[in-house]
């Protein structure tokens, strides 16, 4: 378990006020906030590698506040891997073990265990130099949970990879929370990120939480508007898949590929859903049949709410493709997106 | 493209002039004196005893300044404060110091009339013409140039790859041994070899303040004044022809290393 009790934290450029946070043992637990919030300040000061001006940091029932990072029992794993770049693969690895006692068989043990759930067997004796995003992140990943720490601190471990990468540490990271039984604590600015991993999450915003509490609460109900714009995401639903198919309701939505997972969540921008009086003629893979619910002016263009079977989709047109369109409350209409243009999380 | 061509030849023109201005004065060295003569200074063992205590005092002064100079380039790498410009610019004042005056300046802090002088002498040691006052002086001309280098390589070693180290149980001592001072090595190995190409080359400081024992610049002045330019030639060229060996030695280290690494 990991507790912050009224942290602040002043450094020059940010500084953090009054947080208090409880994160119990072997949760998955997201920091989340735009640019600048002070996600990474937290994270740093949680591992005591800046110091902070009043509060406590308590980690497993010891207090840690005044104890140099080396004591404190926590790992960090940062967005660009920070791999020694003199150290290869397996060296890398192993790093933290010259500091911990373990037992060698204990040791290989662990070495065997993540080399293999992280697929590194073939990069062992290789230098970080000569490795892509994803085998990096994955070597960042084995380094820092050889050790056994009490928290593993993600500091946007996904946002400098490409999205095939994305999806890979993605999952790598859930498989690693549910095997390892490791506390994580990661901090992200990418909503489907949370979504996708943690069980609860915190909005921070100007070095302040915003709103703490299940990530399904945050996203449904919340409770500034702050946080409402920073989660807003539209055309967004929680969804069973069935092979490619994601299904809502009595909704069938093509995705284009299967899915490993049984629940998840879809999104489609609102400038990738095309309306039309009829049917389409085309080859878009997802065609509903809905009422338009609402037309909101947004200067440039016009948000229009579309009911689909009790699902709303929202879809962004211009001034002109209203009138010709002739799109008024109640109206029917059908809506179209590619599989393509569906974001799965 | 023309006025291209004609700048591309300008740039490259003035380039050559400078390569030769370099090499020509050198070359004529190196070739003046004759065989025979080189033959006979190379036997002389005042001149090989004067070339050893050169490259002898230079290195302890490279040595030393890498001992005591790295914890200060680490703590200028690593830290910000107020008058950290001011201490970086005392660093720096060895070298915009005329070197007769460091010499005096040395000399003026170890002489009798100075305290410290007085338990240096007490000690028993002395700086005014030994070897001792030649690794003092060579040192003080030669550290800002370790410091700078080695400064310049712990910085560009990132800050976070030190703090994943502690995060993952590394002390800070181990931190410094395991991953920053690894990752400046080459850093430091070039600032220790100007460190000594530096001490080598002095001569204005080390004069005023140990004309005995010899080192090899001030017996090449001594034989230029007693004997004119054609006995000092062929010291010369030893000197520099051992000097170029030692530091294209050094070279071909830094660059395996930097293959290695």
């Given amino acids: ?345 | 493209m023309k006025t291209r061509e004609l700048f591309f030849w300008v740039m490259l023109a003035s380039a050559a002039v400078i390569m030769a201005f370099i090499l020509l004065p050198i070359v004529q060295l190196l070739t003046a004196p004759s065989l025979p003569m080189l033959n006979e200074t190379i036997r002389d063992r005042e001149v090989l005893r004067s070339i050893w205590l050169s490259i002898y005092t230079a290195g302890c002064a490279a040595l030393i300044s890498f001992v005591f100079g790295t914890p200060l380039a680490y703590l200028l790498a690593r830290t910000r404060f107020r008058g950290k410009g001011l201490i970086e610019s005392v660093i720096d004042l060895p070298i915009v110091i005329p070197h007769p005056v460091v010499g005096i300046a040395i000399l003026s802090v170890a002489g009798r009339n100075h305290w410290i002088g007085e338990i240096l002498a007490a000690l028993g040691v002395r700086i005014m013409g030994s070897v001792t006052g030649i690794v003092t002086v060579l040192t003080f001309v030669g550290i800002p140039f370790y410091i700078n280098a080695a400064k310049e390589g712990f910085e560009s070693v990132p800050v976070r790859l030190e703090k994943v180290s502690r995060s993952l149980g590394g002390s800070m001592l181990s931190t410094f041994f395991r991953i920053t001072f690894p990752l400046a090595g080459r850093s430091v190995l070039v600032g220790a070899i100007m460190c000594l190409a530096r001490a080598v080359s002095e001569f204005g400081a080390v004069v005023i303040v140990a004309y005995h024992p010899m080192i090899a610049p001030v017996m090449i002045y001594e034989r230029f004044e007693a004997y004119g330019l054609k006995y000092s030639q062929p010291v010369a060229f030893w000197l520099v022809f051992i000097c170029l060996v030692l530091f294209l030695a050094l070279r071909l280290l830094t660059l395996y290393r930097k293959k290695g690494g």
């Fill in chain 1, 1 to 345: 378990m990991i507790k912050v009790e009224r942290l602040t934290v002043d450094l020059e450029e940010f500084h953090l006020c009054d947080i208090s946070l409880s994160v119990s043992g072997g949760e998955f637990f997201v920091l989340m906030g735009p640019t600048g919030a002070g996600k990474t300040v937290l994270l740093e000061a949680i591992a005591g590698l800046i110091p902070s001006k009043s509060g406590r940091i308590i980690i497993g029932g010891r207090d840690v506040t005044r104890l140099p990072p080396e004591k404190r029992g926590i790992s960090i794993v940062y967005q660009d891997y920070a791999l020694f770049p003199h150290l290869t693969v397996l060296e890398n690895i192993l790093y933290g073990l010259h500091f911990h006692r373990v037992e060698k068989e204990e040791k290989q043990l662990r070495r065997r265990e993540l080399v293999t759930q992280l697929n590194l067997g073939h990069l062992l004796h290789r230098f970080p130099g000569t490795l892509s995003g994803g085998e990096l992140q994955r070597v960042a990943l084995a380094r820092a949970l050889i050790v056994r720490p009490e928290v593993l601190l993600l500091d946007e471990p996904l946002s400098a990879l490409d999205p095939a990468f994305r999806e890979e540490i993605r999952d790598a990271l859930r498989r690693l929370h549910e095997r390892w039984g490791v506390t994580f604590i990661m901090v992200t600015h990418d909503f489907s990120d949370a979504l996708s991993l943690a069980q609860r999450a915190c909005v921070i915003n100007d070095g302040r939480i915003e709103q703490t509490g299940d990530v399904a609460d945050i996203f449904q109900r919340p409770t500034s508007r702050f946080v409402a714009d920073f989660v807003g995401m539209k055309n967004c639903h929680p969804v069973v898949f069935r092979k490619t198919k994601a299904v809502i309701g009595g909704l069938e939505i093509e995705t284009g590929r299967e899915h490993e997972r049984v629940h998840g969540y879809i999104a489609v921008r609102p400038e990738d859903v095309v309306i039309s009086k009829n049917r389409f003629d085309s080859s878009m893979r997802n065609e509903f049949e809905g009422r338009i619910a609402g037309v909101v002016d947004r200067g440039f263009f016009y948000e229009v709410e579309i009911l689909v079977s009790n699902m709303a989709f929202v879809s962004l047109v211009t001034k002109s493709a209203l009138f010709d369109l002739g799109i008024t409350e109640g109206v029917p209409v059908w809506i179209a997106f590619k599989a393509t243009a569906i974001h799965v999380f």
